[in-house]
């Protein structure tokens, strides 16, 4: 979701809209002009046809949007952090904290797909009443196709696979039966890794056949094996991590450079010496002020070398997570954001105190696997 735009709030949640959200524009007002409003309405002018495809395009816009907010009201209802709201091309995605039980898992899970289905039943409902009242037969039958798109959106994400809506209940009533967080968000992300291979071996089916929308079920199925994937290593990886403070998983001493020193200076006097890829610039009461990774000096053109800052080059300290100390590693991983440098520095007051890096991450994962126990 890195390629999205803040475009306001919903809620008082930051919403993202993806620069792929023409896209889908693009592919249901095609499809509601081209096809369904003809085959319908016949007889009616191609602008009358375009307009309402956009009309009703836009109209599924607000459904989506309508969807995701019902997950965050639900959530912020809950107690739970919601990040963010993003559209995109596939739909929409809300980000937020991890529920703390089953029961709100399965709540904030519910709740998009019953606003689908009531979205889709109040449009179908007034798309009839429209038709007879009025016999406006074009405004009739976008309230209707966007009816039956919102039923067919809320059964869909109704089945039994994460990131799906069905996959979080799946989870939520395993958790609650087995009382298993863990071993309930690993069955929900392989039941979503199967079902994307399945939609992957439909839509290219489809293709052969020469039905070429099944491309976009595809692109739909590449999609949920990767984020199920994700989630499956997630709920492998939480185990390992739980109880973990930073100061147990950082690396330290952390190298460092002052930020004030020129790429030539930073070259020959630490870069050389440097034992790690990364190092730690620190301002000039000694605090951490970014992070500048060493093949980033690489590239610098030899000229630019004797003035540039290394602080001009380096990833300012506002794109980067930091902690104290004694912060649980698993509440920290959550503080992680799209576009944040994945590296996390451990600060004690204003005094930088050690790094987590991927690597580090994986020691501890490592190191739980051999001892067999969870907070090793």
């Known amino acids: 979701m890195n390629g999205s735009v803040r475009m306001g709030r919903v809620l008082g949640v930051p919403l993202r809209v993806h620069w792929s959200v023409p896209l889908l524009v693009l592919l249901f007002g095609s499809s509601l002009s081209s096809q369904t409003l003809p085959a319908s309405v016949p007889d009616q002018s191609s602008a009358t046809y375009t307009f309402a495809g956009l009309v009703g395009a836009l109209l599924i816009l607000g459904s989506l949007l309508a969807h995701e907010a019902a997950h965050a009201f639900t959530a912020l209802k809950k107690g739970i952090e919601v990040k963010s709201i993003t559209l995109w091309a596939l739909g929409g995605m809300t980000e937020m904290g991890r529920p703390r039980g089953a029961g709100a898992t399965f709540l904030v899970a519910v709740s998009g797909p019953l606003t689908s289905f009531v979205v889709g039943g109040a449009a179908i409902g007034a798309g009839i009443g429209l038709d007879a009242a009025s016999g406006w037969a074009v405004p009739a039958a976008v309230l209707v196709w966007l009816g039956w798109v919102n039923v067919l959106l809320g059964v869909f994400n109704l089945l039994p696979a994460a990131p799906l809506d069905g996959g979080r209940v799946v989870q939520a009533l395993m958790w609650w039966r087995t009382g298993d967080r863990d071993r309930a968000e690993r069955a929900a992300a392989r039941g979503g890794q199967i079902l994307g291979i399945l939609l992957i071996a439909l839509g290219w089916i489809a293709v052969l056949r020469g039905a070429f929308g099944g491309l976009w079920l595809a692109l739909i199925g590449f999609f949920l094996v990767i984020v199920a994937g994700a989630e499956r290593q997630r709920a492998r990886l939480v185990p390992a991590l739980r109880g973990v403070k930073a100061a147990d998983a950082m690396s330290s001493p952390v190298e460092t450079c002052p930020d004030w020193f020129t790429v030539e200076r930073c070259v020959h006097d ?66 992680l954001r799209p576009g944040m440098d994945p590296r996390i520095l451990v600060t004690d007051g204003q005094h930088l105190v050690g790094i987590i890096t991927a690597r580090d991450i994986s020691r501890i994962v490592q190191r739980h696997t051999l001892g067999g126990t969870e907070n090793q």
């Open 270 to 335: 630490v870069a050389l010496r440097a034992y790690h890829s990364t190092l730690a610039l620190t301002d000039f009461q000694g605090r951490p002020s970014g992070l500048l990774r060493l093949p980033q000096l690489a590239r610098i053109p030899a000229e630019q070398r004797q003035t540039l800052r290394v602080r001009d080059v380096a990833t300012a300290l506002s794109h980067i997570t930091t902690c104290a100390p004694d912060d649980l590693l698993e509440d920290v991983l959550e503080k």
